[in-house]
């Protein structure tokens, strides 16, 4: 077969906009908000539902496979990435701005085969931008060709990264103190849409040169890291090593110039790994 994954891919998008559809309308009603990892990280049913809603589809049309998906991660299923053909799903990243209103929500659907991505799609449904790409294929946004920006000058600059949810002083002082070096460099700017699928889609169509963080996820990143390499750009480690898709770091930038620029200033914190083997409580 010449083409294996094009099936999966289009139904990847058809699923992604449904989904949307689903937390455009959960928008408009009064949600329950609670917490997981900290007080700062929140989850709506809407998270759930819509993780079902997706799982439920793309079981429907290719039977059971693989799946990591945020919200089962967090109600105890395994989160490792083995051969088989992986489904790796963010139903709704940015719960705090969709519990807020801050219009920047993404669901995001990747699928891995053999470790490697083959295909992402992130549909910003408040915008309703659909992002999407399949490895060696390029990237587009609603349908139309994107690429990142030709800026090779880090003074002439956007970057984006987020604050996350660990709110320990010294991980909160790493994280400002790294801001503020890149701030000084000086760049022209520093953004954060509070969806780590968005900010990786705004390198990829070149509005901003890069994003950095560490504590994402992969449910939150895998999507968007085949929509920044098929539109030409890079991904990397925040220590200028290969990006690891489990390990909680990544630098995606337009090119290596601007990464290993951004990563000389990127004072790092331990995370643990997405795959880390779950402690079990005594
Ligand atoms: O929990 P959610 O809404 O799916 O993830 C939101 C999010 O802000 O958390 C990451 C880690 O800080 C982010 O960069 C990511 O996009
Ligand atoms: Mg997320």
Same mark, same amino acid.
């Given at each position: 077969m010449a083409d294996p994954w094009q099936k999966a891919y289009d139904f990847a998008v058809e699923v992604a906009r449904e989904a949307g559809e689903e937390i455009r309308k959960a928008g408009e009603c009064e949600m329950k908000v609670?917490?997981?990892?900290?007080?700062?990280?929140?989850?709506?049913?809407?998270?759930? +539902?819509?993780?079902?809603?997706?799982? +439920?589809?793309?079981?429907?049309e290719f039977g059971d496979g693989a799946f990591i998906g945020e919200e089962s991660v967090a109600n105890g299923q395994p989160c490792v990435l083995s051969d088989k053909p992986t489904w790796i799903i963010d139903p709704v990243d940015g719960t705090t701005n969709f519990v807020h209103g801050f219009p920047f929500v993404a669901v995001s659907i990747a699928f891995a085969v053999n470790k490697e991505l083959e295909f992402g799609v992130v549909y910003s449904c408040l915008e309703d931008k659909m992002y999407k790409a399949r490895k060696g294929k390029g990237a587009f946004c609603n349908d139309e060709p994107i690429q990142v920006s030709d800026v090779e000058e880090i003074k002439k600059s956007i970057i984006i990264s987020e604050h996350g949810t660990d709110r320990r002083k010294e991980v909160v002082t790493k994280i400002f103190s790294t801001m503020q070096k890149i701030l000084c460099i000086p760049v022209h700017g520093l953004r954060g849409s509070g969806t780590a699928a968005t900010n990786m889609c705004l390198v990829a169509t070149g509005a901003v040169e890069a994003f950095f963080e560490i504590g994402i996820h992969c449910w939150d990143i895998a999507a968007g890291a085949v929509i920044v390499q098929e539109a030409g750009g890079v991904l990397m480690d925040v220590d200028g090593g290969p990006f690891d898709l489990m390990s909680r770091r990544m630098v995606s930038a337009n090119n290596k110039k601007i990464a290993d620029r951004i990563i000389k200033e990127i004072e790092a914190f331990d995370v643990t790994r997405d795959d880390a083997p779950v402690q079990k409580k005594e």
């Open positions: 609670q917490t997981k990892s900290s007080t700062v990280d929140l989850v709506t049913k809407t998270d759930e +539902r819509v993780e079902k809603i997706i799982i +439920r589809a793309l079981k429907g």
